[in-house]
């Protein structure tokens, strides 16, 4: 599902759709999903240890 779409609604700011004053979103509204941003951690760390 993360591959597919990786981008998921902000739970913070959810009751309202787009908050312009919140930070985890920057009032987008929308926020990377949990396993896209695991995949990019581990992707990252792979990629720094074998530089």
Do not use: E, I
Request: hydrophobic share 20%.
């Amino acid at each position: 599902m993360c591959l597919a779409s990786p981008w998921g609604r902000c739970t913070r700011c959810r009751p309202g759709g787009k908050n312009r004053t919140c930070r985890a979103c920057n009032g987008t509204g929308k926020r990377p999903r949990l396993g896209w941003q695991l995949y990019v951690y581990a992707r990252r760390l792979h990629r720094d240890g074998n530089h």
